[in-house]
Nanobody, 126 residues
Framework: QVQLVESGGGLVPAGDSLRLSCAAS????????VGWFRQAPGKGREFVAF????????YYADSVKGRFTISRDNAKNTVYLQMNSLKPEDTAVYYC???????????????????WGQGTQVTVSS
């Protein structure tokens, strides 16, 4: 398993942007499919975005499509989530997660990911 550390969260007004980072430690991030999830108070963990390891094809939840962008820099062992036009309903703890190395499946369920970071808080004020 790969160890993950998220950073970049914070408190911003609606309409602003944030970029979250997910850094892998201990081993290379190359070959791992990676997803971002979020969890708001009193709610379950929700899929946000996913990037394949091989083609860098990306997938998004409808609620963030057109506003969020997931990308990866294997040389820096980091996956990013660029979040633009933030809304109060985007407020949550954001987690990155890695799936099975070299898996070619599109992963959207939290159960499909075996490694998780500790989360970073994003708060969007109205």
């Amino acid at each position: 398993q790969v160890q993950l550390v998220e950073s970049g969260g914070g408190l911003v007004p609606a309409g602003d942007s944030l970029r979250l980072s997910c850094a892998a430690s201990g081993r290379t991030f190359s070959g791992y499919p990676v997803g971002w999830f979020r969890q708001a108070p009193g709610k379950g963990r929700e899929f946000v975005a996913f990037i394949r390891w091989s083609t860098d094809t990306t997938y998004y939840a409808d609620s963030v499509k057109g506003r969020f962008t997931i990308s990866r820099d294997n040389a820096k062992n980091t996956v990013y989530l660029q979040m633009n036009s933030l809304k109060p309903e985007d407020t949550a703890v954001y987690y990155c997660a890695a799936g099975t190395r070299y898996s070619s499946y599109v992963l959207r369920s939290a159960a499909d990911f075996s490694s998780w970071g500790q989360g970073t808080q994003v708060t969007v004020s109205s």
